[in-house]
Every structure is written in C-alpha cells, then in structure tokens.
C-alpha cells in the first residue's frame, strides 16, 4: 500500500531525474517569475503587468499550450475567448498560432494579462516545399516570438499580408472548381463565414459546403474535394518553406515545423528544413503517438514540440487545449533556445526606437503591449515621462529581470534618458553646444 501522499490517486508519483528537476525550476523561474510578482515601481503601468502569481514547487508542472487558432483564421472562438477556455484548461502559457496572420495577438495578450497566463506570441505560416521532382507540397511552419514581438515587423507582416491575399484567389479558385462540379457557392456567403478582415481557408469553404447542403460534414468535404490534389483544391501564393524559416530566425522567432505526419516525404522536408535553420518540430500530440518523428527529430537534432491544435469545432474529434502532456525536459531545450533568442529581438527593438523615436515608433514597440494604455496610465499619461521609463516598462513584461539588465539595454536607456514622452507625443532633447 502507498503512504498518505499517494492516497486515493491510483499510482505513486515517479522520482524526477536530476535533469527533470533541473528542468522543472528552470521552467518555474520562468513561469512564475520574481520580478512580475513584485510591487511595480511608480514609473510601470498596471496594465501592462500579469496579475502577481502564487508561488509554485518544482514539482508542479505547468500546462504550455504551442498550438492553437481563433477566429482570426480558421478557427471558431475570439482570441478572448481562447484564452478564457484555456485558463479554464489550466493553460498557464498559451501560444496562439492563428494562420498567417498576429492579429489576434493583442487581444489575447490584454486577456490573458488579466487571467495570470503568459503568451507566446505566435503564427502558424504557410509555405511551399519543392521536391527534386518538380512537384510541390505545403508545409506549415509555427513561429514562436517573445512577448516583443518580432523584429523587422514589417518584414514579417509584408509576407503575411502576400500570402493572406494569395489566400482570397485560392478561395475563389476553389468556388470555380466547385461551380463545375455542380456544387455551387455564393462568394459573399463564404467571406460572412471566414468573418470581417480574415482571408478565407479551405476551411470556410469546407463550412460553406456543409451548410449548402453539399457534404454532411467538414471530414466529408475535405476528404472528398478539397484535399491536397482533390478536385476542388487549389493552390495559394506562399514562399518555399526554407524561406519561411529563415525569415523567421531573421525576425527573432523559433521556428517549429507543424504536424509532420501530414506530409508525404516528412524525411526530406525534415531534412531540406534544417538545413535551412529549423530549432524544432511537433512530435507529441494529444493521443500520445509519436509514430517515429521523435527519431527524426533526434536525427536532426530538433527539439520536439506538440500541441493540441485547437479550432474550437467541438465535437470528440478535436483535441482539446491543453491536452499535449509535453515532457518537461522538452519545454527545458525550448525555453533555453528560445530566450536568448527573444532576448536579441527585445535588444533590437528597442535600439531602433533609441535611434529614431518617434510616436508611431512608440505604438510599434508595444504593438503587442496595449499602447492605449500605456498612455493613459497614471505615470505615462501625465504631464511627461522619460523614454527611460517606457524601456523600463517592456523590458520587465518582456523579459526576466536579470535578462533586463545586460549593457546594451543599459546603454539604450541612456541614450533615452533625455526624451521623453508629453500627451502621448515623443519630445527630443534640445542639442548643446
């Protein structure tokens, strides 16, 4: 018989190893950091800060979530209400990796504030891999940014914006192929579905045609037409996946590939992609299969990610938030390539502001931070505020404290300490001579 800790739970809990016990702390410290749970100074907005969170043993095992979608792209619940439904999961890290597209980003990131969950802001990217043979197949990237954001936004968000309106005459070629299968759809109707300002996926024609009476169901519509290679699929305008993924090393981001499983030569795309800077690929899924591609990903040395892949259909055949039960030691690599990581990206950031600063510079820093906040909070949206303070303030949502302290950001707050920000206006300091 177990003792009284083990009582009533079926199974004795197994010894951590020295390295998951390593892992766990690291995690922790990370999670539930010391310098978001302290009094904020008088110079940090409220709002701009995650509740404080309770203390937590190593051996407590946080939930991450890396893998989701809201109704910003294929899926069917506000980011708000994502990050609602993921609390409830017990999420505490929440990555949300909508199609092609950030635009849910603040508001998860204003909601999750609010709930004591930590986002990762994220993109699931499409993209095109080329074969040997000529022939093409789309591969998914996932694409994992700190809470800065990426670096070069515009870089990134010029692709996104390309592949997003190659999405539009996708849809519509899909609805001409459909039109000559006598299965017709109304264009207006499928745009209603996808919702104001998403392109819409095979996934809103899928719901289209489901509603049109043409298929029973999603399963059926995509089995039967809208496959890759099915009669009614078509082909978008996305950049070749090694493309994609040296954009996203370039912007500051880790770049995992998505459900390898899908893919029909997953070795070669593997191998083509980490030739090309790929960190890590999605091993673990809800069911618990890993079907070979941990040894691909150890063959490659990848780190190995999973995530639910959540839509928010409902129904038994998807898997919930939360659901992937990631080893620790897993989150471990993760966190530790990805930190120094979005640590450059915030070094970045912030050195392009210290060089220009400017207003809409100002909006760009924190365009995953609620600007609109940050100016009417009590210390920001008074009489005036150093430029100073406004580094002070991203760097400790951004970053730990100790990563906040290295010399260039030191540097970078001298050279702001002059300037500084009147009724949401940035003032340069008068030139001496």
Same mark, same amino acid.
């Given at each position: ?20 016990? /390593?892992?766990? %702390? ?18 940090? !907005? ?42 409830? %999961? =017990? ?26 969950? *930590? ?21 998914? @990237? *996932? ?16 692709? /996104? ?5 190659? %999405? ?24 209603? @579905?996808?919702?104001?300002?998403? !392109? ?5 024609? !899928? ?22 290679? =099915? ?67 150890? *063959? ?21 938030? =939360? ?9 471990? &690599?993760?966190?530790?390539? !990805? ?19 400017? +207003? ?16 009417? +909070? ?7 505020? &150093?430029? =100073? ?36 206006? @940035? ?7």
């Amino acid at each position: 018989m177990g003792g009284g800790k083990t009582k009533g739970r079926g199974k004795s809990k197994k010894k951590l190893s020295p390295e998951q016990i /390593l892992a766990s %702390r690291y995690i922790h410290d990370w999670v539930f950091r010391e310098d978001r749970d302290s009094t904020p100074p008088a110079s940090t !907005a409220e709002d701009f800060l995650p509740p404080p969170r309770p203390p937590c043993s190593a051996g407590h095992r946080p939930v991450f979530e890396f893998h989701c979608h809201s109704k910003c792209s294929d899926g069917f619940l506000s980011p708000l209400s994502v990050v609602q439904k993921a609390h409830k %999961r =017990g999420v505490k890290v929440l990555a949300l990796t909508d199609h092609d597209t950030m635009a849910g980003i603040p508001e998860a990131m204003e909601a999750a504030n609010k709930l004591g969950i *930590l986002i990762i802001p994220g993109v699931e990217i499409s993209s095109l891999y080329s074969t040997e043979a000529g022939t093409e197949e789309l591969v998914h @990237i *996932l694409a994992y940014y700190g809470g800065c954001g990426p670096a070069k936004h515009e870089e990134l968000n010029n692709l /996104l914006t390309s592949i997003r309106t190659g %999405r539009v005459l996708r849809a519509k070629d899909m609805l001409a192929k459909l039109n000559k299968l006598k299965l017709p759809l109304n264009w207006e109707h499928i745009v209603k @579905i996808a919702g104001e300002g998403v !392109a819409p996926g095979r996934l809103h024609v !899928a719901r289209a045609m489901v509603q049109a009476g043409h298929v029973e169901n999603l399963k059926q519509a995509f089995n039967k037409y809208l496959h890759d290679g =099915g009669p009614a699929y078509a082909k978008g305008s996305e950049p070749s996946a090694e493309a994609v993924v040296q954009l996203i090393a370039n912007t500051g981001g880790v770049a995992a590939l998505a459900h390898p499983w899908a893919l029909k030569n997953p070795a070669a795309v593997i191998r083509s992609l980490e030739a090309a800077g790929l960190h890590a690929m999605e091993v673990y899924r809800s069911d618990g299969k890993v079907d070979g591609f941990g040894e691909l990903a150890d *063959l490659h040395s990848l780190i190995k990610l999973g995530g639910s892949d959540f839509h928010g259909r409902g129904g038994n055949d998807e898997s919930e938030l =939360g659901s992937v039960n990631l080893p620790l030691v897993s989150i471990y &690599r993760f966190l530790k390539l !990805a930190r120094p990581i979005w640590c450059n990206a915030s070094k970045s950031i912030l050195q392009s502001f210290a060089e220009e600063p400017s +207003s809409q510079r100002l909006e760009k820093l924190t365009i995953f931070g609620r600007p609109d906040k940050l100016k009417q +909070s009590p210390s920001i949206g008074g009489d005036c505020c &150093r430029c =100073g303070q406004v580094v002070d303030l991203c760097l400790s949502s951004w970053l730990m404290k100790e990563e906040g302290t290295e010399a260039e950001f030191d540097a970078i707050r001298l050279k702001l300490s002059q300037t500084v920000i009147s009724d949401g206006e @940035i003032q340069l300091p008068i030139a001496t001579h």
